[in-house]
């Protein structure tokens, strides 16, 4: 995976909404990603679990009881049960906190499960490339499926493939070094990304697992080790830093160097970087 392009001029850092615009509008629905958009994200971040009927869906958390008004496991529950539920309302009661509600929650884009195949469908009608950067979530009762399936639809939306413009557009991200193995052995130009909450001895020195190129590590990893982005980088490592909402964390990013900032506030990261 190429290195960013470090010549003098204006800051390049690659701004991912992380769960859409998730700041703004709730986490893994369209209306989030489509405000990212707006806000000028160069790329999206989501998480993705299969249901039980083998469909890929935007969910963060095992269960669907933090983001939606149903209860259960996401393996559990065929897309239809996912479909009748509603992923927008929790986020209205949280942000107006008491007051009377804007009645946003009457909005499908704000309340609808997202499939990966509905988001694959918006970055490709973005008209400017927009990048997808796709996390796979530990996978226990599907082990295996998960990436089989996300290859198989990133085959039909044309994702697998290197171009003359680059890699491909989309990148997979996991903190199990096995699913990133898993999606390198069926498409091997897809970027991977090895997401680390700990920095561990093992990848102190800025190595990764054989085959990954893009090191993820916590924004915490870098405010306690900050010289881990110069060592990723002398091993050949492009830094994307999650999940970057701070300003000083902003700022330590840009210091140094980092690749990416995956981040819930796309719009004012941009502007605190000069991007706007
Ligand atoms: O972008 C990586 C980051 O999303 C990993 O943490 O828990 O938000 O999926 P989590
Ligand atoms: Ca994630």
Redesign the pocket.
């Known amino acids: 995976y190429p290195l960013r392009d470090r010549t003098p001029g204006p800051s390049r850092i690659s701004v991912v909404a ?1 769960r859409g615009a998730s700041e703004d509008a709730p986490e893994h629905t369209l209306a989030a990603y489509r405000r990212a958009i707006e806000d000028g994200a160069d790329a999206l ?1 989501c ?1 993705v679990r299969l249901t039980a009927d083998g469909h890929l869906v935007c969910v ?1 958390d095992r269960r669907v009881n933090r983001t939606s008004n149903g209860r259960g496991a996401v393996s559990a529950l065929e897309l239809a049960d996912l479909a009748a539920l509603d992923f927008g309302s929790w986020k209205e009661d949280e942000d107006t906190a008491g007051e009377a509600p804007d009645r946003q929650h009457e909005d499908p884009e704000r309340t609808s499960v997202l499939t990966l195949e509905r988001l694959l469908e918006l970055v490709a009608d973005a008209g400017r490339r927009v990048e997808l ?1 796709i ?1 796979t979530k530990h996978p226990t009762r599907w082990a295996g499926q998960v990436e089989e399936r996300l290859v198989a639809l990133l085959t039909r939306f044309g994702h697998t493939k290197a171009s003359a413009d680059g890699p491909p557009a989309v990148r997979v ?1 996991s903190f199990s070094a096995r699913s990133l193995h898993r999606v390198r052995a069926a498409a091997p130009d897809i970027p991977g990304v090895y ?1 680390m909450q700990f920095l561990t001895p093992r990848h102190r020195d800025g190595r990764l697992p054989p085959g990954v190129g893009i090191a ?1 590590p916590g924004v915490r990893i870098l405010r306690a080790h900050p010289e881990y982005v110069a060592k990723a980088h002398r091993a050949g490592h492009q830094v994307h830093v ?2 970057v909402n701070d300003e000083a964390d902003v700022e330590l990013c840009e210091r140094l160097g980092v690749d990416a900032i ?1 981040t819930n506030r796309p719009k004012q990261v941009r502007a605190q970087l000069g991007l706007d």
């Open positions: 992380h971040e998480d963060h950067a996390e991200m997401l993820g999650w999940t995956i």
